[in-house]
Nanobody
């Protein structure tokens, strides 16, 4: 059973930075092909923020390009999201998401609040 635990959220002023972490366990030593960060703002649908594959290739939502950086540590089964130049519209619950052996797994989420 895969478990994903996010951390690093909090309250920050606009223009500030946060680094989110997601620790994965229960993979029996295998690594995930793709690791993803999603977010969901109040009253909005959950949206993909960034993804990274096992080879390190990345993709970003247009709204975060140039401000956010996703990275991973395969040895530790961790994925990170460095968020710089935060805007009030980045306020959301951020979730780690993977697909493993055909099953979909979500973390519990971590709240990011950006104040003006």
């Amino acid at each position: 059973q895969v478990q994903l635990v996010e951390s690093g959220g909090g309250l920050v002023q606009a223009g500030g930075s946060l680094r989110l972490s997601c620790a994965a366990s229960g993979t029996s030593g295998s690594i995930f092909n793709v690791m993803n960060w999603y977010r969901q703002a109040p009253g909005k649908q959950r949206e993909l923020v960034a993804l990274i594959n096992s080879g390190g290739s990345t993709s970003y939502a247009d709204s975060v390009k140039g401000r956010f950086t996703i990275s991973r540590d395969n040895a530790k089964n961790m994925v990170y999201l460095q968020m710089n130049s935060l805007k009030t519209e980045d306020t959301a619950v951020y979730y780690c998401y993977v697909v493993h052996m055909g099953y979909h797994y979500w973390g519990q989420g971590t709240q990011v609040t950006v104040s003006s």
